[in-house]
């Protein structure tokens, strides 16, 4: 009695059929069987007729064989990034044209805008498709890349770009992406950073060493001194954490306001108020509104110190005579344009008034001499008469005006002092505008201020 048997294996990827025959030798299958038993397996790709015939040929017994084989895919390329704006790079200073290397150049600062697209996903390749023995499609992709979605920053309804939901700076930390409404600096700025100059707000940790700059739209905070640097805000407020250490050129502006823990040998010029932690010493400091040191020490000396609105400190000048101007400029464009308009408008009707008067006179004397004016010249001078009346009516208004508004900015004028309530020196130079005093004793606890064209010291309670 005769046996045969065929087995066929597929391996688990199916990429590949093995053909074993066990065959007594009376009876060896034929191609036929070989190809029922495939399609019994459900291989329908890659088979080697040419391998099956040969063995059938042969009639000897074979052990894994391979009869069929799959084709591989080929991989697709891999997904990758593609950023529309750079993260800040290290800092180079930029070299002139003479081959000289500039150190105190720009930083080159990654700014986006609100709706700024910053980086976009070219999603991976499909590649070129395989196929299994068992006529299954492999299609194998490159690999995928994620966005890297940090902090205020938004993935398009596509899913493939990142855009900044507000406008700042742009940050890359632990591979994410982020937009922040601060710029920091952990450090000092220095030759390692180079000048600083950014639209939004800028946090530094460090120092600002001498001669950089550190400029900005919005508010600059400084957690520790200032050298004889430039640092400007146009409509921010500036924080300096320690002080300003300015060795006479240091300059200091900003929009808004300045807080400080002291200032020496500086140029200090602030639209708002000056708020001074320790002292002021040596220094020019104009403020639009307040000044204010009356903490801790609270010293202003030596230097000259004006605000608009007032100032107030606890010490002023020194025992040594060190000098100090102090002062408050009166600006006062709502009362003084008035004042001027009125005063230009006095003085036309003055001059109109002086004309008629003598006109009038000379009617007057043209009646001695003829003893009777024409009716023509009557009607003049009755004109002229009733002109002359009306003017000297309108000058008075004119002049009372003036005078309430003179009195109400008097008025103004007392509530803009220098209080100062421990102790000012003697020779510190007191100016209240177009008044100048210099004190030849030492006050203490006083409010200093202008009484109309008088300054006035005046005993705190």
Not at 151 to 159: L, M, Y
Request: glycine share 8%; proline share 2%; hydrophobic share 30%.
């Amino acid at each position: 009695m005769s046996s045969k048997s065929i087995d066929i294996t597929i391996s688990e990827d199916k990429m590949r059929a093995l053909l074993s025959i066990h065959s007594d030798g009376n009876s060896f299958p034929t191609k036929e069987d070989i190809i029922d038993k495939l399609k019994e397996k459900n291989i329908s790709y890659g088979v080697k007729e040419e391998a099956i015939e040969q063995i059938v040929d042969g009639q000897k017994n074979v052990n894994s064989i391979k009869i069929a084989e799959g084709t591989p895919p080929q991989k697709g390329k891999d997904g990758k990034l593609i950023w529309y704006v750079e993260s800040d790079s290290e800092y180079s200073p930029k070299i002139n044209d003479d081959g000289k290397a500039d150190y105190w150049s720009n930083k080159k600062i990654s700014q986006v805008n609100k709706g700024d697209e910053i980086v976009t996903k070219l999603p991976p390749g499909k590649g070129a498709p395989g196929k299994t023995v068992t006529g299954e499609e492999i299609i194998k992709k490159g690999q995928d890349v994620s966005l890297p979605q940090g902090k205020n920053v938004a993935i398009s309804d596509d899913g493939l770009t990142l855009k900044a939901k507000i406008n700042g700076h742009l940050e890359y930390e632990d591979g994410k992406v982020s937009i922040s409404d601060v710029y920091r600096i952990k450090g000092d700025v220095d030759f390692s950073t180079g000048n600083i100059k950014y639209n939004g707000k800028i946090h530094i940790t460090g120092d600002v060493r001498s001669g950089f700059k550190v400029e900005s739209e919005k508010s600059i905070i400084i957690d520790g001194n200032v050298e004889a640097a430039h640092i400007y805000s146009r409509s921010g407020d500036i924080h300096i954490g320690l002080g300003i250490v300015g060795k006479g050129r240091a300059n200091i502006l900003a929009g808004g306001n300045l807080y400080c823990g002291f200032i020496q040998d500086a140029k200090v010029n602030i639209s708002k108020s000056v708020f001074i932690e320790h002292y002021a010493i040596n220094s020019e400091i104009y403020a639009g509104e307040k000044i204010i040191a009356s903490y801790n020490e609270g010293l202003l000396r030596g230097g000259k110190i004006y605000s608009e609105e007032g100032i107030e400190a606890l010490e002023v000048g020194s025992k040594k005579n060190i000098y100090t101007e102090i002062g408050i400029n009166f600006n006062y464009p709502k009362f003084n344009s008035k004042i001027k308009e009125l005063s230009e408008e006095a003085k036309e009707k003055e001059s109109e008034l002086e004309l008629i008067s003598k006109k009038i006179n000379f009617l007057n004397l043209l009646r001695e001499r003829l003893e009777e004016l024409s009716p023509e010249k009557q009607n003049e001078y009755k004109e002229l008469v009733e002109k002359a009346k009306n003017l000297k009516k309108d000058l008075k208004a004119l002049k009372e005006e003036k005078a309430e508004l003179s009195s109400s900015a008097d008025e103004d004028l007392k509530k803009k002092a220098i209080i100062v309530q421990n102790t000012i020196h003697n020779e510190v130079d007191i100016n209240l505008g177009d008044l100048q005093f210099n004190l030849e004793k030492r006050y203490k606890n006083v409010k200093i201020y202008r009484d109309s064209n008088n300054i006035s010291i005046q005993k705190l309670s």
